[in-house]
């Protein structure tokens, strides 16, 4: 599976981002998928997850109620709407991606099995 992340750029407080995942392969709806982001010096943080079926969905306390995970399984795409940016969004955003069907704490990045390239949000102050 490869994952190709986009949609990341430079907004202003306040402003609004949408990224997306667009993933290879055949079985994307039984993918679970997660969004983390990094900072240089910092751990690769959890931001948000969706089962498979997009069915259940998982947000760290620091984005809930301003970011929105969604997953499209007819394009094989996962999506991390975002809006009210603050500046400490400001980070390089990686989508992941996990296969099978065991239920996992989504919000740990090794249990994801594919990782894109990162796509920078910039938000300025």
């Known amino acids: 599976v490869q994952l190709q992340a986009s949609g990341g750029g430079l907004v202003q407080a306040g402003g609004s981002l949408r990224l997306s995942c667009a993933a290879s392969?055949?079985?994307?709806?039984?993918?679970?998928m997660g969004w983390f982001r990094q900072t240089p010096g910092k751990d690769r943080e959890f931001v948000a997850a969706i089962r498979g079926s997009g069915r259940n969905t998982y947000y760290s306390d620091s984005v809930k109620g301003r970011f929105t995970i969604s997953k499209d399984n007819a394009q094989n795409t996962v999506y991390l709407q975002m809006n009210s940016l603050k500046p400490e969004d400001t980070a390089l955003y990686y989508c992941?991606?996990?296969?099978?069907?065991?239920?996992?704490?989504?919000?740990?990045?090794?249990?994801?099995?594919?990782w894109g390239r990162g796509t920078q949000v910039t938000v300025s102050s």
């Open positions: 392969g055949p079985t994307f709806s039984s993918y679970a």
């Open positions: 992941a991606a996990r296969r099978g069907i065991a239920i996992v704490d989504l919000q740990l990045h090794h249990v994801y099995h594919y």
